[in-house]
């Protein structure tokens, strides 16, 4: 089945800096990627996804890139400010129609 | 719009009683889809239903069941509960299929086992 590795488990950056966190999955077959933000004692919410007939997407200072070939996905945060710290999943849909979840991230943004 | 609810918030229960969660999702969805969350293990997919009938399943003993009602509104319940089974579980609606369209989750129920 389906397996989706993500790292780091925990990234520092300077807040302005960028943020780089990358997921690999095993399903060739995965068609659609959403990256979920989850701030604590709240719920996941979605920031981005990405679709396998996309190669990029990018919504103001977030973007995902996807390599289909390499079966690999990273979500970008640029100009990071402290409201972006948060933990960070990624998650894939394999070929059952189920979404596999990253272990998630943990980003802390230092002033 | 009224986002997805979870009640209750916290729960703690002895080991070896049962418990029932609810979630009402976002009126017009019908796909909910249930998770728990730990510190060491993150999210884990307990089960997806769609229009009353369950469309997918995670790797969860047989003690974790849900259902779905006409309503779309869902409740899991989890027997015999472990100490293991302490965790946050969350509730998400979709549209449809959560594994292809934007999931929106409830605050979860803290569950404490004693």
């Known amino acids: 089945g389906e397996n989706v590795e993500q790292h780091p488990s925990t990234l520092s950056v300077q807040e302005g800096d960028s943020a780089v966190i990358k997921c690999t999955y095993s399903d060739s077959a995965s068609n659609y990627f959403p990256w979920y933000k989850q701030e604590l004692g709240k719920g996941p919410q979605l920031i981005i996804d990405?679709?396998?007939n996309v190669g990029e997407k990018k919504d103001q200072r977030i973007a995902v890139t996807l390599n289909k070939t390499a079966k690999h996905f990273s979500l970008h945060i640029t100009e990071t400010q402290p409201e972006d710290s948060a933990v960070y999943f990624c998650a894939a849909k394999d070929s059952n129609y189920q979404l596999i979840w990253g272990a998630g991230t943990k980003l802390i943004i230092k002033p | 719009k009224a986002g997805v609810t979870q009640t209750p918030r916290y729960l703690i229960k002895t080991r070896g009683q049962q418990v029932t969660l609810s979630c009402s999702p976002i009126?017009?969805?019908?796909?909910v889809s249930w998770y728990q969350q730990t510190p060491g293990q993150g999210l884990q997919f307990l089960f997806e239903y769609f229009s009353e009938t369950q469309r997918n399943k995670g790797n969860f003993p047989g003690r974790f069941s849900g259902r779905q009602f006409s309503n779309s509104r869902s409740e899991m319940n989890v027997s015999t509960l472990e100490l293991g089974d302490s965790a946050l579980y969350l509730c998400?609606?979709?549209?449809?299929?959560?594994?292809?369209?934007?999931?929106?989750f409830g605050p979860g129920t803290r569950l404490t086992v004693t």
């Open positions: 990405i679709r396998s």
């Open positions: 998400a609606s979709s549209w449809d299929r959560a594994a292809s369209y934007e999931q929106y």
């Open positions: 009126s017009g969805h019908r796909s």
